[in-house]
């Protein structure tokens, strides 16, 4: 469960809010893949990344 240790020990860099919507992903894969399944993603991703930041919002 590395991947469980390392999404943990990035969450006090969010804002309170962000924190929120990023467990509430983590713990619901329905939701998660309804996330995935939105996004146009290259053939054959073998991982990746959300970003909790709006490009325009950087």
Not at 3 to 15: E, G, N, T, V, Y
Not at 18 to 47: H, I, K, N, S
Request: net charge negative; proline share 7%; aromatic share 6%.
């Amino acid at each position: 469960m590395r991947h469980a240790q390392h999404f943990l020990s990035r969450l006090d860099r969010l804002p309170r809010s962000e924190v929120d919507l990023a467990l509430e992903l983590y713990r619901d894969p329905e939701l998660l893949r309804a996330v995935l399944d939105a996004a146009t993603l290259p053939e054959r991703v073998e991982g990746m990344a959300l970003s909790s930041l709006a490009p325009w919002s950087r």
